[in-house]
């Protein structure tokens, strides 16, 4: 017949771990959203510098286009 006595120490191990396996849900779940954060910014900053070289880029060839019209209409 098994005890209270042998049953106790079992539940009370697993209970200390199962609240070791919760607090390290917990900071996982911290440390992702910081991570996830972190990368949103960092893409934001990525598409803004991507975004201000399209924007040069066009400005650019519009000065080009209007640049070949204006040596066409002289000839």
Partial sequence: M?????ILPLVREI???LREMKLTADLDR???RSL???LTAEMSIKLAAID???ELAAERFE???DRLEQLLRNK
């Fill in 15 to 17: 209970q200390t771990q």
């Fill in 2 to 6: 098994v005890s209270l006595d042998m």
């Fill in 30 to 32: 911290r440390n992702t």
């Fill in 52 to 54: 201000n070289k399209l």
């Fill in 36 to 38: 996830y954060d972190n």
């Fill in 63 to 65: 000065e080009r286009m």
